[in-house]
Nanobody
Framework: QVQLVESGGGLVQPGGSLRLSCAAS????????MGWYRQAPGKQRDLVAT???????NYEDSVKGRFTISKDNAKNTVYLQMNSLKSADTAVYYC???????????????WGKGTLVTVSS
């Protein structure tokens, strides 16, 4: 089985920084894309950023210039460095990845359980 486990959430003041991590583990053959979504209270889950196996990145407009997504292929881990945080960034952040499990030919979408980020003074 494949699992995604996030870490690094917490409470931070406006203007502060946090770094989220998400490690994929289990029977993994390859990983196509890894990324982060977030869901604020009462709102839908929205894309934050993605990174492909080749290192191409994509960001939601409101986080461009403030957030940076990166990955460590050797550790099957994706990171989200969040700077200049605003109260509007408060949400549960979910890691997602399109992974080809060992023994399969096609990729499957996996999700972590989420980590809460609260930006408040």
């Amino acid at each position: 089985q494949v699992q995604l486990v996030e870490s690094g959430g917490g409470l931070v003041q406006p203007g502060g920084s946090l770094r989220l991590s998400c490690a994929a583990s289990g029977s993994i053959f390859s990983i196509y894309v890894m990324g982060w979504y977030r869901q604020a209270p009462g709102k839908q889950r929205d894309l934050v950023a993605t990174i492909t196996s080749g290192g191409n990145t994509n960001y939601e407009d409101s986080v461009k210039g403030r957030f940076t997504i990166s990955k460590d292929n050797a550790k099957n881990t994706v990171y989200l460095q969040m700077n200049s945080l605003k109260s509007a960034d408060t949400a549960v952040y979910y890691c997602t990845a399109q992974i080809v499990p060992t023994g399969r030919r096609d990729g499957m979408d996996y999700w972590g359980k989420g980590t809460l980020v609260t930006v408040s003074s």
